[in-house]
């Protein structure tokens, strides 16, 4: 995560169904859907500002870090998602064994 990002809290907005991180106004976030003890994360999106600049990989990471301190279960239906889990394979220790993909992380 690029050292811009490492102060910037992650937001969970239960009213949006996002996590995010804002960053001088604009905001990074994934989209999720909440299943007990599983979250499904669905769509990852920043703000043009962002583009290009390191955000949806950090909103990515915190998201995951919030997810394994928590003990939740992540069903990664995100495209983006699933292929950071794939770069970085300590991640698929939080992946749903049942999620559909999941061999090919």
Request: aromatic residues 14%; proline residues 6%.
């Amino acid at each position: 995560m690029k050292t811009e990002y490492i102060d910037i809290p992650l937001v969970k907005n239960e009213a949006k169904k996002r996590f995010e991180i804002e960053v001088d106004g604009h905001y990074a976030f994934i989209n999720y859907g909440d299943f007990g003890n599983q979250i499904a994360l669905v769509h990852t999106e920043t703000d043009p500002e962002l583009a290009g600049k390191g955000a949806a990989s950090a909103v990515v990471e915190k998201t995951l870090h919030y997810l394994k301190e928590n003990n939740i279960e992540l069903l990664p239906f995100c495209p983006y998602v699933f292929a950071y889990i794939k770069r970085h394979p300590e991640w698929k220790q939080i992946v749903s064994p049942k999620f559909n993909g999941y061999d090919k992380l």
